[in-house]
Each structure stands twice: as structure tokens, then as C-alpha cells.
């Protein structure tokens, strides 16, 4: 079955540390992974896409197949990140319906 | 150009009760998207609009839940009625073809 599992529902960290939102998934075949980010009270937005490598805000994420994760980081964060982040993946079968993991709030104090 | 717009942000109502949220997508958007959290849970997928027609409405949990799209624009879900257990964060999306699913604020529902 397909699943995606972000393990932390909170991670707390200090303004300029190093960030890693976990995710790891389980896919028959070559998936493509999505990072969505909610702001408070703001829209959940598309923060970056794996087939298009590009550094979305200072994030980047790589996809490793061999660990079957797709971890989101960041090596400075800054307060303004704080938000919910989400991995999610699109279902095999059901026309572009994504699969979403529960979500990692990310906590950045100055 | 205008994101995906859900009203209200916030409904409170009693068990037993109606609610009916309502989805803008985006302007020329086919697709419309219903999707659902439950408190710490992951993000659901509820039905699939093309245009005015159901492409996928596996995801709804019941019959207390009816959605709808009449003319392809707008879209209504409507929970009828309410139980405890239906309270969460409702999200609507759009796309456009295939391509990247657009997202609303969602509307938080609380069902006492």
C-alpha cells in the first residue's frame, strides 16, 4: 500500500540551526514527491517538487530511492519557517489524488 | 492570479446540525479537489471533481457528506448531519489538467 510517514509531529529548533523534516514513503514504482508548507491562517502551498531540484525559500530535498525518503532541509532556518509542512505523493490509482503524511510543525525560536 | 478560496475559515455548529463549505477554485481550473485532516492525522482525500462530474468520490467517509459542483465553477460540500467525528480541516484544490494540485486556506470545522 502506498503511505507516506513524516515520523515528528513537532520539531523545535533555534533561529540558524540546521533543519531536516523526515519523510519516508512506500511506492511501487518511481514515485514523484511533493513538500506542501502551511503558514499560519495562509493558503497550504506547493514549497517544491522533487522532479524539479530546484531550492525553494533555502529548502532543498532529495529523493533517495535506496531509503525510499524524501527529507526536506534546511541549513539556517529563520523564525519566518515556522509553519506545517507536509509530504505528500500522488496515488497510483484515482486520477491525481495525493497521498499525505500527518505533517511535521516546525518551531523556529529566536 | 487568485488562489483557491474556501469560506467559512471557521464553522462551529452542534452535533445533528448542517454545514455547507464552499470552494472557489482558480479561474479555468477543471479540477477541483476535496480533501480532509482529522487532528494529527494525515491529510485525506474525500471526492475528485472534472468539471461538473464525480471522476472519484472514494474517499468520502459517508452518506452524511454530499458534494457538488453545479456549472464546473464552485463547489459545495455539504455534511448532514454533523457528528463529533467530522470535525477537522477541510481543504478544496485545484489544477489544471494534471499538472500541480493548488490549495486552499481549508475550513476548520468543530462539531460539539
Known amino acids: 500500500a502506498q503511505r507516506v510517514t513524516q515520523p515528528e509531529k513537532l520539531l523545535s529548533v533555534f533561529k540558524g540551526a540546521p533543519v531536516e523534516l523526515k519523510c519516508n514513503y512506500s511506492y511501487s514504482g518511481s514515485p514523484e514527491l511533493f513538500w506542501y508548507v502551511q503558514y499560519s491562517r495562509q493558503r497550504l502551498q506547493l514549497l517544491l517538487r522533487h522532479i524539479s531540484r530546484e531550492s525553494i525559500k533555502g529548502f532543498t530535498a532529495d529523493l533517495n530511492k535506496g531509503e525510499t525518503s524524501f527529507h526536506l532541509k534546511k541549513p539556517f532556518a529563520q523564525e519566518e519557517d515556522s509553519a506545517m509542512y507536509y509530504c505528500a505523493l500522488p496515488a497510483l490509482s484515482g486520477y491525481n489524488k495525493l497521498i499525505f503524511g500527518a505533517g511535521t510543525r516546525l518551531a523556529v525560536h529566536p | 492570479e487568485a488562489g483557491v478560496t474556501q469560506f467559512p475559515s471557521h464553522s462551529v455548529i452542534e452535533k445533528g446540525q448542517t454545514v455547507t463549505l464552499r470552494c472557489d477554485p482558480i479561474s479555468g481550473h477543471d479540477n477541483l479537489y476535496w480533501y480532509r485532516r482529522v487532528m494529527g492525522k494525515e491529510i485525506k482525500f474525500l471526492l475528485h471533481?472534472?468539471?461538473?462530474?464525480?471522476?472519484?468520490e472514494s474517499g468520502m467517509p459517508n452518506n452524511r457528506f454530499l458534494a457538488e459542483r453545479t456549472g464546473g465553477t464552485y463547489s459545495t460540500l455539504k455534511v448532514q448531519p454533523a457528528e463529533l467525528e467530522d470535525s477537522g480541516v477541510y481543504f478544496c484544490?485545484?489544477?489544471?489538467?494534471?499538472?500541480?494540485?493548488?490549495f486552499g486556506a481549508g475550513t476548520r470545522l468543530s462539531v460539539l
Open positions: 471533481f472534472v468539471k461538473e462530474s464525480k471522476q472519484d
Open positions: 484544490a485545484s489544477s489544471r489538467g494534471s499538472n500541480i494540485q493548488y
